[in-house]
């Protein structure tokens, strides 16, 4: 996949953005499903086996590393 942080120079993450987000040292990729704030909940299109969100809790607009734009 291909990433960048410049979408979010001009508008802020959204609900259906599929995010690049630095977790306890790992990167995931993620679709955002609840915005609160300054907080995103994550989820994985694998509901039933996906580190996500539902195990690790919310996530801040600051852990987020891009918008994925490209997926190979």
Not at 19 to 29: H, W
Not at 35 to 40: A, L, N, Q, S, T
Request: glycine residues 8%.
């Amino acid at each position: 996949v291909l990433a960048s942080s410049i979408p979010y120079f001009f508008s802020k993450p959204k609900i259906g953005d599929i995010v690049a987000f630095k977790k306890n040292e790992k990167v995931f990729i993620k679709r955002i499903t609840k915005i609160d704030g300054e907080k995103c909940f994550v989820s994985g299109d694998n509901k039933k086996d996906s580190l996500d969100s539902r195990r690790f809790g919310w996530i801040s607009k600051g852990d987020i590393l891009g918008k994925v734009i490209l997926k190979l």
